[in-house]
């Protein structure tokens, strides 16, 4: 009996839910059959009007849904607003949420009639329901009516002291909003936002922070008391309020904490004191000591690496980043170690996510390049055929950043896969883009295996270039599909280009010698080479390194030794083919022309300079003597004339200056070919050559032109722009929305982007954040004692051990610009520069300024004493002064007596 009793029972659940949903699609197909496309028949308008009168709550709700479906479908429904209305104060729940629904939707347009509801929303604020509430505070501060802002501000007060966490976190929501409707309400606001602020949900302090943010984001004396408490709440809090409290505190402590202070005291027993007025502060032994309200910020992100959400994972890697040492950082410095694993896992994600995370990794391997090097070989290898660009493009400027810290092994396997996509791939016709690419990433790879000492590492890399070259131009990949080959060949040429400036001007003759014998093997590579851009590196390379490679004897002259520079064959060969080139490439032998005539007239002056060094010229002729002053002088001037007139004839009698194949050459292009050019630019180019090099006592002016010392090049990127990772902490933000805007467009900054803050200069609010009690509030973790201070032994920053950038400094030759060399040569003539300025006397501090007051009353005391017993001496010599002198008045006295007596 009981079984079949069961089965009715459901049988007639089953029944009653099989007519609802019949009537449910029946109300929805007659909804679409009334629904017209230009707006609402009359028939609808009058049908919806009578349920929305209706007294049965169930043809109130149909009406209801009828009104806002046909609002989401762009219809007017404006004048459904008083049917609407009138069911504010239903009971029923669902019809409530409709009700505000449509209510926040025409509240701007009908503020007369919306404003007959707020006493009966303001009644709901009094309901039992906690949703109910804090729908009512939500409706409220939703209705953007100005009239209402007292009441809204009122309500707010009210919602703050209420039982339920989630009223609460409502109240906090519409602060803003009640901020936007009337500003003058922020005083009052400010205060309630202070009591959110230390609420004991976590619930609740989330979207305070975010209320906070908008409308009083300058008020650090809000959070002084509150840091601690919101460290502890934030691994609760859910993933926006993680956010916006993680982008806070990153703030605050820049603000509030400082990066150098003063050095860690020992106290008495050899124990260590704590750091006083410093955050992050370098110990005498090379380690760094934080700041203990630093560190329990830090320690209570390293909770949060293990979220699911992207963005917080991002806001913890930028608070390592910023709030972290100067590099180069300590090798056991636990907490921006501690990202580059949850960084790199998001590259598994979806495209959209995995680019910002490559952003974000690409920018803080920029500084730190040693955290991502483990997973060069496992994540940032790229797959053109499955990845988007702007993916494989991040992914390979990773692996040239990390390319010094990987090992040999994983050199050779980068090395070996940028090599096979600049050839093409499998199919030797890819994309331009990837060879180019490519061939760049070669060269970053040695620019930056450079710069970290490894010679061997970019003349691997430059062997990769030089086999690109001479394999593409003599190849059938030359004239390959999309034309691939003549990419990679100026790609490649030009890439090479700057690293023989960098060798040339960092490792100084050795460098110089491996350079020339590059210039020779890519000048082989003229004949077979099409591309004009490829052709113009070439010949810009062979003029720039024209003095290079001749042998260090007296006479300047070649010795045999094979060594010999081919500058002035190439200029031959050129001149040949001058006029079936490109206006580029003409260019490029113009100034070859001329950089070869130089080097050619500073060779002869040398050699004639050691000439005359080894054969003395003869003494001067002494003239007759004649008689009368007349023929002296006549004579005199006459051996002079001939001596001018003898220098004249035999410069311009020299047969090498008029034989010799390089001015020759230099007559043939700068004044015939060039002069008859169809490009005025080239044209005028000539002529100044030919001016400038007419006048043989301007070799040197012309050498400062055309050999000056060229800088070393940059191989800077987009991401490196958008971070300024030149200087450490400048450009955006890590995890900013304008860092990744700035790496697509490729500048540093975008508008409207608000940069980090410095550090500050003193330690600011440390009495407050202590006297709240510390702790994480009723839901943080383990508290950090104040006079803890965790120290991390390392690399010394500037010291002699160090990490990345230490060691001792060579003796390097560096290149100077021409300005430089004109300045040294100014200096050299004799023009002194002004003395520096005398050191600004040392500053005293309290103790020493007390001592000094002592010693000075001390001698204030002994000058008075010294005074008074010079006194007291110059009394009693007066004294005896006196009596001296009245024993002489009485002797004078007697003899006269004496004398009238006789």
């Not at 090395?415 to 093409?424: R, S």
């Amino acid at each position: 009996m009981e079984s079949l009793a069961r089965i009715s029972n459901m049988l007639e659940t089953a029944r009653d839910l099989t007519l609802e949903a019949a009537q449910s699609a029946s109300a929805s197909g007659r909804r679409k059959d009334l629904l017209g496309s230009g707006g609402l028949k009359s028939t609808v308008v009058q049908e919806t009007r009578r349920l929305l009168n209706s007294r049965m709550d169930r043809e109130v709700l149909e009406g209801l849904k009828r009104v806002i479906e046909a609002l989401s479908r762009g219809h007017d429904c404006s004048e459904f607003f008083a049917d609407v209305i009138k069911n504010v104060a239903s009971p029923v729940l669902s019809i409530k949420k409709l009700v505000y629904i449509y209510l926040l939707h025409y509240a701007e347009s009908e503020p007369d009639l919306a404003l007959l509801s707020i006493n009966t929303i303001q009644k709901s604020l009094a309901d039992q329901n906690p949703l109910v509430r804090a729908m009512a505070i939500r409706v409220m501060s939703g209705i953007r009516v100005p009239v209402i802002s007292q009441i809204v501000a009122l309500a707010i007060k009210k919602c703050v002291t209420d039982m339920s966490p989630y009223v609460r976190k409502s109240a906090a929501l519409a602060i803003p909003k009640c901020y936007r409707l009337d500003p003058g309400t922020k005083n009052m606001l400010v205060e309630i936002l202070g009591v959110l602020l230390g609420d004991r949900s976590y619930y609740v302090v989330g979207a305070a922070v975010v209320a906070y943010w908008e409308i009083c984001p300058e008020r650090w004396d809000l959070i002084h008391t509150r840091f601690r408490v919101l460290c502890g709440m934030m691994v609760e809090m859910d993933e926006w309020g993680q956010l916006a409290v993680l982008r806070l505190l990153t703030l605050y402590a820049r603000k509030c904490f400082t990066q150098q202070g003063q050095q860690p005291k020992a106290k008495k027993g050899g124990k260590g004191g704590k750091a006083e007025e410093t955050a992050i502060t370098a110990t005498p032994d090379g380690g760094y000591v934080i700041d203990p309200d630093l560190e329990f910020f830090l320690s209570k992100c390293t909770l949060l690496l293990h979220s699911r959400n992207s963005a917080v994972i991002t806001a913890i890697a930028s608070a390592f980043h910023h709030l972290s040492p100067p590099p180069p950082l300590p090798s056991n410095y636990p907490y921006l170690g501690l990202i580059s694993g949850p960084l790199v896992s998001l590259l598994r994600s979806p495209p959209d996510i995995a680019h910002i995370a490559l952003i974000n990794i690409v920018a803080i391997a920029l500084v730190h390049p040693r955290l991502f090097a483990p997973y060069a070989l496992t994540h940032f290898l790229i797959q053109p055929a499955v990845e988007p660009v702007h993916i494989w493009k991040l992914k390979m400027e990773a692996l040239t950043i990390v390319f010094p810290w990987l090992t040999n092994d994983g050199r050779r396997v980068v090395l070996t896969e940028l090599e096979y996509f600049a050839n093409g791939g499998s199919s030797g016709s890819a994309e331009r883009e990837l060879v180019r690419e490519s061939v760049r990433a070669i060269g970053r790879c040695a620019a930056a295996a450079e710069g970290q000492g490894g010679g061997k590492i970019a003349k691997r890399c430059l062997g990769v270039l030089l086999r690109l070259v001479t394999t593409t131009t003599t190849g059938a990949s030359a004239t390959g599909a999309g034309g691939g080959g003549s990419v990679v060949v100026a790609e490649a040429v030009t890439v090479i280009r700057h690293i023989l400036q960098a060798q040339a001007s960092t490792k100084g003759s050795k460098g110089e010698s491996y350079a020339n014998m590059v210039v020779i093997k890519l000048a082989q590579a003229l004949d077979t080479t099409t591309n004009p851009q490829a052709r113009a590196s070439i010949i810009w390379l062979v003029g720039e390194f024209a003095g290079y490679g001749y042998p260090e004897d007296d006479d300047g002259e070649d010795d045999g030794s094979g060594d010999g520079n081919i500058a002035a064959d190439t200029l031959r060969i050129l001149a040949k083919g001058f006029v079936d080139e490109s206006e580029q490439v003409r260019g490029m032998i113009v100034l070859l022309a001329a950089k070869v005539y130089v080097v050619w007239l500073n060779r002869r002056q040398l050699r004639m300079k050691n000439q005359a060094s080894r054969n003395p010229p003869p003494p001067p002729r002494v003239p007759p003597i004649s008689s009368g002053f007349g023929g002296i002088g006549d004579g005199g001037s006459e051996a002079g004339d001939d001596d001018d007139e003898e220098e004249e004839e035999e410069e311009e009698d020299d047969p090498e200056a008029e034989n010799h194949p390089i001015p020759l050459l230099q007559k043939y292009i700068l004044h015939l070919l060039s002069r008859y050019d169809i490009s005025y630019d080239l044209r005028d180019r000539a002529r100044l050559y030919r001016s400038l090099l007419a006048d043989p006592k301007s070799t040197q002016l012309a050498t400062l032109i055309l050999q000056a010392p060229k800088p070393k090049p940059l191989a800077t990127t987009t991401t490196a722009t958008a971070t300024g990772a030149a200087g450490w902490g400048g450009g955006c933000t890590i995890g900013s929305a304008s860092l990744a805007i700035g790496v697509l467009v490729g500048e540093g900054e975008v508008r409207g982007y608000n940069p980090l803050p410095e550090w500050s200069d003193v330690v600011v609010g440390r009495d407050e954040r202590h006297s709240s009690g510390g702790g994480g509030g009723g839901h943080g973790g383990s508290d950090v004692d104040e006079g803890a201070a965790m120290a991390f032994g390392g690399g010394r920053v500037g010291g002699k051990s160090g990490g990345v950038g230490g060691g001792k400094g060579v003796g390097v030759k560096s290149s100077v610009s021409s300005q430089q060399y004109v300045n040294s040569s100014v200096a050299a003539a004799g023009v002194r520069s002004t003395p520096p300025p005398p050191p600004p006397p040392p500053v005293e501090t309290l103790d020493e300024w007390l001592a000094s007051s002592d010693d000075d009353e001390e001698d204030d005391s002994s000058e008075e004493e010294s005074e008074e017993e010079s006194e007291d001496e110059e009394e009693d010599e007066d004294d005896d002064e006196d009596e001296d002198e009245d024993e002489d008045d009485e002797e004078s006295g007697n003899e006269k007596s004496a004398m009238l007596t006789k």
